[in-house]
């Protein structure tokens, strides 16, 4: 299996088969998501990419909304 381009002792299965890198779950991100690319249907790098994308999303809209109720627990 091949090692993660910014973590060498860590191996992964997601590859990409454009730049020729392999990246593992934490790393795992499209590098050119604007640009064409024939391997794209068949990329779980791009799959994960695209989950990551709308969990973003989502926790951006969660942030810009009113937050009630805070609860202060634990610190100190
Ligand atoms: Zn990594």
Redesign the pocket.
Known sequence: MPY????PH?E?SYVCMKHDIA??????TCRDPELYCKHRTACPIWFEYKEKIKEERRRREESEAPAYGESASGSG
């Open positions: 993660c381009v910014n973590h860590r992964t990246m593992c779950e934490e790393c795992v």
